[in-house]
C-alpha cells in the first residue's frame, strides 16, 4: 500500500482495480484462500452493501469467483459520462457456464442479465483493496517478502 499512499494520478482507479485483480486472481488460481478468509472477505462485502446477488444464493467462495470473474471479463462500469474523478464502479458477472445458467438473472438498473453485481465507491474500493492484500500477506510465509523492497516493517 505505500505504493498506493504515493502514487495520486488520475490512474488511481485502475491502480486499484489492478492490484485488486492480481490479489483475487492469486487467492482463487493458487487456492491459497482458506474459507475462513473467503468468509472474511464475503463478511466485509456485505457489511458495506457492496453485493446485489439478484436473490441468489451464493457460497462464499462463489462469491469471490464472481468477483474474479467479472474482473477477469472487464465487466466494468463506472458512472457514464464519467467526470473527471470516478466515485463509484461496478463489477458484475453474468451467466456464462451451465452451473451458473441455474442463477436468476436481474437487472440493477444499469447492469442487465447479471447474477451478481459489486457496487463500490471509490474510498471502498480502496478500503476493500487494502483488506484483500493484507489478508493474503498474512497467509504468505515470511520467506517470500523478506528480502522485497517494498516490505514495510512492522
Keep these: 500500500m505505500n505504493n498506493l499512499q504515493n502514487y495520486r494520478c488520475e490512474f488511481e482507479i485502475t491502480m486499484l482495480i489492478n492490484s485488486l485483480y492480481l490479489t483475487v486472481m492469486h ?5 491459497k484462500i482458506r474459507q475462513n478468509s473467503a468468509d472474511k472477505v464475503v463478511q466485509w ?3 458495506n ?3 446485489s446477488d439478484g436473490g441468489n444464493e451464493f457460497r462464499n467462495m462463489k462469491i469471490l469467483r464472481n468477483l474474479r470473474n467479472g474482473l477477469a471479463h472487464f465487466n466494468l462500469k463506472v458512472p457514464d459520462p464519467p467526470k473527471k474523478d470516478i466515485d463509484t464502479i461496478k463489477i458484475w458477472v453474468r451467466p456464462w457456464s451451465k452451473a451458473d ?3 436468476q ?3 440493477d438498473g444499469e447492469i442487465e ?3 451478481c453485481v459489486f457496487t463500490f465507491s471509490a474510498n471502498q474500493l480502496k478500503s476493500f483493496t487494502k483488506y484483500v492484500i493484507d489478508l493474503v500477506l498474512e ?3 515470511d520467506k517470500v517478502c523478506r528480502d522485497c523492497k517494498y516490505r514495510e516493517e512492522a
Design 139 to 141: 497467509s504468505l510465509d
Design 105 to 107: 438473472k436481474f437487472n
Design 49 to 51: 452493501n457492496i453485493i
Design 113 to 115: 442479465n447479471a447474477i
Design 27 to 31: 487467492c482463487i488460481e493458487t487456492k
Design 101 to 103: 445458467k441455474a442463477y
Design 45 to 47: 462485502l456485505r457489511e
